[in-house]
Every structure is written in structure tokens, then in C-alpha cells.
């Protein structure tokens, strides 16, 4: 068992090199369906990722209260609008805390802040909603009642941004699906040309007593071998690319989508283990399919 | 070592072998003759188990082939070696892995593999060739790597499929000398042929087949009709 696996490991390696033309053109299309499928993968994940801080940011009405308002006015406000629908909580937000929030969002350019001589922000209720469908009428009541300054709530926006990820997610989700199904095809018909030229070989294995797996073993390996240094180079570029995108772009994305770009690191390790997972899969499953009619004799 | 006992075979219409009953003891020499499309290769077929028959048992070294699982097929193949007309040697590999390449996939160990080799290619003759590609090899010299590969894990049965098809009366006859050695050796051979001069000359045991049936099997043998 264990000379088996040695055989088929050394065997994998020999196989590589001798097929060298097949060798190259599997990996290049295993790893070109990979970065198609990495470049998909990056974009759902950023768009889920900003219609969550959307959500999270949207799904609050912020109530400006007139300077003249006590806290305790505050208070009894609150507690009317909390008789309404979708109210999940309320919270009262004093001009200090505002500004330090302010400063916070502002980050690195707070400093900007410093030449105000004087805090020009509101009082504010802050209220969360349990859902976005009833958050207009929420907005309505509390734009009438006394001690309002103003309201903001961009409901229009935000059911706009919800249709848009929902939509681009589909498309992607079929998308990855397809090329998935796609890859396969591609390797498993690179894999049995690969194969086929090895037909009088395998044929003579049988003859001379060998197991399928002593023939299979070695095309297993060299299947996933091609696949997990197909899943390196499409990494590779990949990471690559998304480090100079969220280098040159992410600040822009800041400012658009008030959402930072996920984090490379987090992107590249979750990559890692999906194009590894996905690279050898596909490679086995392709050598497997392609082998099958082969060991029949 | 084989034997057949009503064994019939049919592929759609046609039946290839039809209710064969045959013994064929150990350390015999066997040809066996016939018209093409008699049945000669389903017959070898069968007992290499490529193909499986539709009624009757087939014993091989005292073992029922008949219902052997798919996993135990190799086993069966391991206690024969096989030897073709066109001698399906590897293109890629020398004349010693050729030959060490059935050794491996019975998993002989390296050291093993290293003596015994060299040992089978020098009585094949071919010593001076084992670093040498099959294909820059005379057709004489590519049978003996294909009978060095057929005997290197010391089977007590030798199949050959019209092994001295391709080649010429004085390379046919030395390739038979060598598996008469291999048979006084006491591996039973069992060997298609056309060749009515070498059966005759060999005098052996000849089971002659014609449209599924065996038509004569004669001790000491002649080809019996021309073809």
C-alpha cells in the first residue's frame, strides 16, 4: 500500500514532465477558470459586504432635534415614536457624542474638525428599525411632531442599492455555477487527450496484472498536482490584482459607497482554501471521468 | 492448469465459442489453430478473463474464473504472462523498463527488480539491448523484450496471440526455440497460430478450431489443412 503510493506519487511527477504540452494546457485553463471565478468571487463578497453596511447604516432614521429641546423632551419623543410599527430601539444622541462619532468616520483627517470653534451638530434620536418597510411612515410621524428639526432617511436610496446587490449576486451566483461546470468539461477532455495518447499503456498494465488503482493512482495525482499549481498561480495573480485595486480604488470606494473594500488579507486566505479545494476537486474529478472507460479491459 | 467445461460465448448473433469442453494439463505446449474468426482469440480471451462466458465453468490453476469478482482479475493476470503479434512494447521505454515495468506493478521491491532483469534479458539473448529504445530494434529482438516481460514474474502460464506473425521464418523459429525453453522450463504454453510449418516441425499438442467448435485435438500434432 504505502510502495502503491510512492509509485503513483513518483509516477504523477514523471507523467508532468513527460506530458509536458498537457501538462501546460490543463494548468492554464484550470487556472484561467479559477481567476474568472476568483474575480466573481471578489465582487460578490464586496457587494454583500457594502449592502450589509448599507443595511446597517440605512435601517436607522435620524431625528434632529430643535436646539431648545431638553433631554427630557427627548425622552417623551421617543416614547411616542416607539409606539409606532418596525421601532426596534431608540436611542438618544447627544451634539458630543455626535461630534466624536463624526471625528471617528472622519478618521486620519479629523484634524479638519479641530478649526471649529464651536459644535455644530444637533441633538439627535437615533431609531432603529426592525425592518425597512415601515420606515417611511416612522420618518412621517416624526417630521411633524414638535421639537423636530429635521429628518434623514433615504429609504429610496437604499431600496435602489438593495435591488442592485440583490441582482448582481444572482448574476454571479449563476455565473460561478456555470464556470464551475465549464472548468470541468475543459479539464476532463484535456485530461482524457492526455489519457488517450496513454491508452496502449494502460492497456498493457491490465495485461500484466495491474490493479486499477496501480493505473489510476498516478492520474489521480497528477490531476490534483495540476490542480493545486493551477490554484497557486490563479492565487497568485489574483491576490495579486486585488492588493493594487483595493490599493488604488479603495479609498474611492470609501467615498461612493461609504464601505472600505474587505480586507486583502481576509480575501486571500479564504481564496487560498476555496481555489485549493476547488483546484484539486477539479482535477481529480476530471481524471477520474476521463479515466473511466479506459480500465474496462 | 486450464480447463474448459462447456463453455460457450456468444457476441449478439454470432456464437464465437460453442459449448467447449477441454483440459490442458500443467507444463503443456499447446497451438492452437484454426480459421480466423473460428473462435481462437474469444478462446484466449476467455481464459485471460476479458471477456466472460455466457454458460459453462473455465478453471485456470485449479481456480473457477468463471464468476471471479472485477477486483480479482489482476490476480488471475499475475499467474500468466501475455505475448501479442505486435508485441505492445512501450515506446517510451527502454528495453529494461519494459521489462521491470511488470515487475513493478506486481510490486517487486527495487532490489529484486534489479536482479532478476538483467537475468531474463540475457536468456532472451537481448542483454546487450537493455538501454535501448523497442522501437530502434529489429522485430525479432521487440518479441523477446515482449516474451522478457510475458515470463519475468515467473508465470505458470504463456499465452501467445500469434507471436510469429510479423516476423521472418528464421526469427519465427528462433522465438519458438525460446518458448520451448520456456515450457521445458515447466510453464504451460498455450500459442494462436497460422503457421502450419512451425506447428508441424514443434510436434506438439494441437486443438484446432473451427466455428466454435473444437474440430481435432491431437497429441503430437500437425496443422492438419492449409489455410
Redo the contacts between chains.
Keep these: 500500500m504505502f510502495r502503491g503510493l510512492i509509485h503513483s506519487i513518483k509516477e504523477a511527477f514523471f507523467q508532468i514532465f513527460r506530458n509536458k504540452v498537457m501538462s501546460f494546457v490543463s494548468i492554464l485553463s484550470i487556472s484561467a477558470m479559477l481567476m474568472i471565478l476568483g474575480v466573481f468571487f471578489f465582487l460578490t463578497v464586496n457587494v454583500n459586504n457594502m449592502t450589509e453596511n448599507i443595511k446597517g447604516e440605512f435601517d436607522t432614521i435620524e431625528v434632529f432635534l430643535e436646539d431648545y429641546t431638553t433631554k427630557a423632551d427627548a425622552q417623551e419623543i421617543a416614547r411616542t415614536l416607539s409606539t409606532l410599527g418596525e421601532v426596534e430601539s431608540i436611542e438618544y444622541v447627544d451634539r458630543d457624542q455626535a461630534m466624536e462619532e463624526f471625528r471617528e468616520r472622519w478618521g486620519d483627517k479629523a484634524y479638519l474638525l479641530d478649526t471649529l470653534s464651536d459644535n455644530p451638530l444637533p441633538n439627535s434620536l437615533r431609531i432603529k428599525l426592525s425592518g425597512l418597510e415601515g420606515g417611511s411612515l416612522v420618518a412621517e410621524v416624526a417630521k411633524t411632531t414638535i421639537g423636530v428639526e429635521d429628518v434623514r432617511y433615504y429609504q429610496n436610496e437604499v431600496n435602489k442599492v438593495l435591488s442592485i446587490s440583490e441582482a448582481i449576486q444572482k448574476v454571479t451566483f449563476v455565473m460561478i455555477l456555470f464556470l464551475i461546470v465549464v472548468s470541468i468539461v475543459v479539464v476532463s477532455s484535456t485530461i482524457k487527450l492526455a489519457v488517450m495518447s496513454r491508452e496502449a499503456e494502460i492497456n498493457i498494465m491490465k495485461y500484466v496484472g495491474a490493479t486499477n488503482w496501480f493505473v489510476r493512482g498516478p492520474m489521480l495525482i497528477e490531476g490534483m498536482l495540476i490542480g493545486a499549481i493551477s490554484a497557486g498561480i490563479a492565487l497568485g495573480a489574483i491576490s495579486y490584482a486585488y492588493m493594487r485595486v483595493s490599493e488604488f480604488f479603495g479609498d474611492e470606494a470609501l467615498k461612493l459607497f461609504s464601505s472600505n473594500l474587505v480586507e486583502a488579507d481576509f480575501m486571500i486566505t479564504n481564496l487560498a482554501w476555496i481555489f485549493m479545494a476547488l483546484g484539486i476537486s477539479i482535477g481529480a474529478v476530471g481524471s477520474i471521468i476521463s479515466m473511466r472507460r479506459f480500465l474496462k479491459v | 492448469m486450464i480447463r474448459f467445461e462447456n463453455v460457450t460465448k456468444r457476441y449478439d448473433d454470432i456464437t464465437a465459442i460453442d459449448g467447449v469442453s477441454v483440459d490442458i494439463a500443467d507444463g503443456d505446449f499447446v497451438f492452437l489453430v484454426g480459421p480466423s474468426g473460428a473462435g481462437k482469440s474469444t478462446f484466449i480471451k476467455l481464459i485471460?478473463k476479458?471477456l466472460s462466458p455466457d454458460s459453462g465453468r473455465i478453471f485456470v490453476g485449479g481456480q473457477d474464473i468463471t464468476r471471479l469478482s472485477r477486483?480479482r482479475i489482476?490476480?488471475?493476470?499475475?499467474q500468466m504472462g501475455?505475448v501479442f503479434q505486435d508485441f505492445?512494447l512501450?515506446p517510451?521505454k527502454t528495453v529494461y523498463q519494459n521489462v521491470a515495468?511488470?515487475m513493478?506493478?506486481?510490486?517487486s521491491t527495487r532490489r529484486t527488480i534489479k536482479r532478476t532483469v538483467p537475468q531474463v534479458l540475457s536468456i532472451m539473448g537481448i542483454a546487450d539491448k537493455a538501454d535501448q529504445l523497442p522501437q530502434t530494434l529489429s522485430q525479432g529482438e521487440q518479441q523477446r523484450v515482449a516474451i522478457a516481460?510475458a515470463v519475468v514474474?515467473n508465470p505458470k502460464l504463456l499465452i501467445a496471440d500469434e507471436p510469429t506473425g510479423n516476423l521472418d521464418p528464421d526469427t519465427a523459429w528462433e522465438i519458438m526455440k525460446l518458448l520451448s525453453q520456456i515450457n521445458r522450463r515447466g510453464t504451460t504454453v498455450v500459442m494462436v497460430t497460422h503457421a502450419k510449418d512451425i506447428v508441424d516441425r514443434m510436434g506438439r499438442r494441437v486443438i484446432a478450431i473451427d466455428g466454435g467448435h473444437i474440430v481435432r485435438d491431437s497429441q503430437e500434432g500437425e496443422y492438419g489443412y492449409d489455410v
Aim: glycine share 4%; no cysteine.
Design positions: 485471460s476479458e477486483r489482476p490476480e488471475l493476470r499475475r501475455m505492445r512501450l517510451g515495468f511488470a513493478e506493478v506486481v510490486h516481460r514474474n
